[in-house]
């Protein structure tokens, strides 16, 4: 049996050995999710924060979320500068990625197809603009797999030459802390997901 790593150590170690400010890339997929990691990860980086999420359906629940990261960036307290960048809304990009995997069932492969999109997104935007390292906001998720979030992008980083933030972000309280920093900035906290098939699993 595998063993299973744990990457908050990892970060907690890496986070002692940071030199300066690094440039961080971080894809975000939504404020509840973000809250914290925005908190935590702006004492260590200056952070451009990416919500690209072609999975979201309908172009309604993208936009509402879009709209509550933006405001909340505009909000939070944090250390080093946060810039936001929204990115273009393609459905279809999601649709092709996952076909022939609608019937899977939550959790499984239809959502590692769609861990990789979006995260390959970052590591490329993150490689092309000089970005130290990229990671993503989802691992703070209780069902979200950290394990093989963490592994997608390591493979990326090894693709794209640019560093990936080892990272489990509902560790250490962090799950809990969105929470908080949700209900105390009122924040929107959707009940799915985001894509129609969790959608109509929820």
């Known amino acids: 049996m595998e063993q299973k790593i744990n990457y908050q150590r990892k970060l907690d170690e890496l986070l002692k050995t940071l030199d300066g400010t690094p440039r961080l890339l971080l894809h975000s997929c939504c404020a509840p999710c973000s809250s914290y990691c925005l908190e935590y990860l702006s004492r260590y980086f200056s952070i451009t924060d990416l919500f690209y999420n072609p999975n979201i359906f309908p172009k309604e629940e993208f936009d509402k979320r879009a709209e509550e990261l933006r405001?909340?960036?505009?909000?939070?307290?944090?250390?080093?500068?946060?810039?936001?960048?929204?990115?273009?809304?393609?459905?279809?990009?999601?649709?092709?990625?996952?076909?022939?995997?609608?019937?899977?069932?939550?959790?499984?492969?239809?959502?590692?197809?769609?861990?990789?999109?979006?995260?390959?997104?970052?590591?490329?935007?993150?490689?092309?603009?000089?970005?130290?390292?990229?990671?993503?906001?989802?691992?703070?998720?209780?069902?979200?797999?950290?394990?093989?979030?963490?592994?997608?992008?390591?493979?990326?980083?090894?693709?794209?030459?640019?560093?990936?933030?080892?990272?489990?972000?509902?560790k250490k309280g962090g799950y809990l802390r969105s929470i908080e920093l949700s209900r105390e900035y009122g924040l929107y906290r959707q009940n799915y997901c985001g894509c129609v098939f969790s959608k109509a699993a929820r």
Do not use: M, W
């Not at 080093?80 to 069932?105: H, R, S």
């Not at 979006?118 to 490329?124: D, I, N, Q, Y």
């Not at 069902?143 to 794209?160: D, M, P, V």
């Open 71 to 170: 405001r909340l960036v505009g909000v939070l307290p944090v250390k080093n500068p946060v810039t936001l960048i929204v990115d273009e809304y393609d459905p279809e990009e999601f649709f092709a990625a996952v076909k022939g995997l609608e019937n899977c069932a939550e959790g499984g492969e239809r959502c590692f197809i769609c861990y990789r999109l979006r995260l390959e997104r970052a590591a490329k935007y993150a490689a092309e603009h000089g970005f130290d390292y990229f990671c993503s906001t989802l691992s703070i998720s209780p069902l979200k797999n950290a394990q093989r979030l963490n592994e997608i992008g390591g493979e990326l980083s090894e693709i794209y030459k640019v560093e990936h933030l080892p990272n489990d972000f509902k």
